[in-house]
């Protein structure tokens, strides 16, 4: 399957001059650990099980292989006293049991009339999260100078790995990202002004920030998310600069620690579930 992969070069200087910020020696592919948890809850043991069985976390752990860390790095599936919550700290990242299980509470109980099957409405903001979470990580052990708010910059991140991929798989995951979104914005306007005050931005703001991200990158592809009026059109105008600012800063400082020949390898075999 061919991907869309950038071969895009930095400058060798500036790439050794970024390589040479780690201060944990030298950096390799194949750096991440999993690990699952027994969950506390027994409730959680279907989720736990069912996670182990489709082999989610060595599914990650091979889609982000290509990355040269510094250090191992290790996603840890738990459960989170009640939590529906993802984390990194300290070189470990924590996906909580209790969010697969509310993103499967949330899933449509059948495809949606504009196509969204209940599987990509976990699959895709599953894997956004994990990608979150391991941009947080890539910002630490690269030691990633941010303007602006991390966490808005670990979503640009998140989505454009995602959009590097395969474009019907892309398309998939970015919208079932969005529905979830969706979703946490009707909750979010029951609870007034709190989640102005989160380090986050809204989730409606989550929301048409990743739809922007998907419409600058293939403005073709995801064409209806303007003529359907989707994405108003004074934001849709921006997005193709958007997308190109981020492109940029994961060129400039993610790209030189990706193994390219082995991310269009493992990234071209991805393949997501259709059912
Ligand atoms: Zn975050």
Redesign the pocket.
Known sequence: MLIVYSKAMVPAALALAILNTSAFGEAATNQIQVVYEAPKERDLEIVYKDMKERRVLERLQEFLSPFKLPRPLKFTFQSCDGEDDA??FDYDVTLCYELVDELQWAKPRKTTEDGLTPHDAVAGPFFSIAL??FA?AVFDLYNVPIFGR??DA?DQLAAYIILLLDKTIASRLIRGTAYEFLTESKEEKSESTIAYASE?GTAEQRYYNVLCLAFGADPKRFSSLKSKNILPEERADACQDEFEQIEDAYKAVILPHVDQALAEKVWGKLEVRTN
Do not use: D, L, S
Request: proline residues 0%.
């Open positions: 984390f990194y979150h979470e947080h991390e966490e670990a986050h």
